[in-house]
């Protein structure tokens, strides 16, 4: 069974920094491109950041420069860092495993940002 749980979220003051988590079992994790995505209220999911299995990074043009992604293969773990934070930032973040055909989520962290 895939499972692809998210932590770190919360509320932070604007400018303030959070690391979201995202642990993965149930899959040969090395093998996959991991992404974070986010959702705000009434908006659709977007992409925010991916890593390849080779470690090739992108980001969507609102983050860059402010988040990193990163892996650590060893503890099957995707990490989020977020710096600079906006209200603008405050979403649903979620966790996306792919390769191929398979495509898989993890059940989202709610970051606010706000004073």
């Known amino acids: 069974q895939v499972q692809l749980v998210e932590s770190g979220g919360g509320l932070v003051q604007p400018g303030g920094s959070l690391r979201l988590s995202c642990a993965a079992s149930?899959?040969?994790?090395?093998?996959?491109?991991m992404g974070w995505y986010r959702q705000a209220p009434g908006k659709q999911r977007e992409l925010v950041a991916g890593?390849?299995?080779?470690?090739?990074?992108n980001y969507a043009d609102s983050v860059k420069g402010r988040f990193t992604i990163s892996r650590d293969n060893a503890k099957n773990t995707v990490y989020l860092k977020m710096n600079s934070l906006k209200p603008e930032d405050t979403a649903v973040y979620y966790c996306?495993?792919?390769?191929?055909?398979?495509?898989?989520w993890g059940q989202g962290t709610q970051v606010t940002v706000s004073s």
């Open positions: 996306n495993a792919h390769i191929l055909s398979l495509n898989y």
């Open positions: 149930g899959i040969t994790f090395s093998l996959y491109t």
């Open positions: 890593i390849t299995n080779g470690g090739s990074t």
